[in-house]
């Protein structure tokens, strides 16, 4: 590995499962920073901001730097700012991830892009066709991440990936 000056780790499922944990993740994270390696984190999670995660993998004794983590919303935070600067946004997540898209003008109606993650039991009939209207105005509908199902129910279910809409 010396020709590698960093990694790069998933954390849900690498480092932790169902915020337990792995063995040895905490033990081979100092393995890595004493042996001088950069080390960044990504994660598809979408049910809370990255300061709210990384607290709670601090709370289980795994201490990750902040801005070393990137999240499916702080990504699409990102993607927001660079390709629809000064756009409104509707975020539909649960959570607190609203804290990653600092200087993102969010509103509740008239949205020009409606956002969707981590949203499950926000799929209501009445949110559905409050989105619906602003689509049919023309707001632009981003997915947090595109994984078509999950496992995280008591079985497999529709995830909300192949909502992806008008980019």
């Given at each position: 590995?010396?020709?590698?000056?960093?990694?790069?780790?998933?954390?849900?499922?690498?480092?932790?499962?169902?915020?337990?944990?792995?063995?040895?993740?905490n033990?081979?994270?100092?393995?890595?920073?004493?042996r001088?390696?950069?080390?960044?984190?990504?994660?598809?999670t979408?049910?809370?901001s990255?300061?709210?995660?990384?607290?709670?993998?601090k709370?289980?004794?795994?201490?990750?730097?902040?801005?070393?983590?990137?999240?499916?919303?702080?990504?699409?935070?990102?993607?927001?700012?660079?390709?629809?600067?000064?756009?409104?946004?509707?975020?539909?997540?649960?959570?607190?991830?609203?804290?990653?898209?600092?200087g993102?003008?969010?509103?509740?109606?008239?949205?020009d892009?409606?956002?969707?993650?981590g949203?499950?039991?926000?799929?209501?009939?009445?949110?559905?066709?409050?989105?619906?209207?602003?689509?049919?105005?023309?707001?632009?509908?981003?997915?947090?991440?595109?994984?078509?199902?999950?496992?995280?129910?008591?079985?497999?279910?529709?995830?909300?990936?192949w909502?992806r809409?008008?980019e």
């Amino acid at each position: 590995m010396a020709s590698f000056r960093g990694v790069l780790l998933d954390i849900d499922g690498v480092l932790h499962v169902s915020l337990q944990a792995v063995a040895g993740a905490n033990e081979t994270l100092l393995w890595l920073a004493q042996r001088g390696y950069q080390i960044c984190f990504v994660t598809n999670t979408t049910t809370s901001s990255r300061a709210t995660l990384v607290q709670n993998l601090k709370e289980i004794g795994l201490s990750l730097d902040e801005e070393r983590v990137v999240t499916a919303p702080v990504a699409t935070a990102n993607y927001i700012r660079q390709h629809y600067p000064g756009k409104r946004c509707w975020l539909l997540t649960k959570g607190d991830t609203a804290r990653d898209f600092a200087g993102i003008d969010l509103v509740e109606s008239h949205a020009d892009l409606i956002v969707i993650g981590g949203a499950e039991e926000l799929l209501t009939c009445e949110n559905m066709n409050h989105a619906f209207r602003m689509l049919m105005d023309g707001a632009i509908l981003l997915a947090t991440h595109t994984n078509l199902y999950n496992n995280q129910c008591s079985a497999t279910g529709s995830d909300y990936g192949w909502r992806r809409y008008r980019e």
